[in-house]
């Protein structure tokens, strides 16, 4: 009502479209282009299998090491500030519960 509307960190993943256009430029590749083509395809298959709480804690350990934060990745004050300080739109609740799935990531 009067506090701060809630900010969802989402997830987005660009990895099928890539592995998509890597496929179809491994179709049309020469042998020269096809061992660096079949390795980033490799990469890209590797970071689709990523979970997406993986990639919200990867997320909240950037904001936190931006503002200078070299804590402990746990569920602490100085963690939960350290990531409202980088994303002051975060409501309190909505730091709290990436800092805590970041900690058990």
Do not use: C, F, H, N
């Not at 020269?32 to 709480?53: K, S, T, Y």
């Not at 993986?54 to 963690?79: K, N, T």
């Amino acid at each position: 009502m009067w506090g701060r509307k809630e900010m969802s960190v989402l997830v987005l993943r660009d990895a099928d479209e890539i592995a998509g256009a890597l496929r179809e430029a491994l179709t049309d590749a020469g042998e020269a282009e096809r061992p660096g083509l079949e390795a980033a395809l490799a990469i890209v298959e590797r970071a689709a299998e990523r979970p997406e709480r993986e990639l919200r804690g990867r997320w909240v350990r950037e904001q936190r090491a931006s503002v200078g934060y070299a804590g402990p990745d746990d569920e602490s004050v100085r963690a939960v500030k350290a990531l409202r300080q980088a994303r002051p739109e975060l409501s309190l609740l909505a730091a709290v519960q990436l800092t805590r799935d970041a900690a058990r990531e």
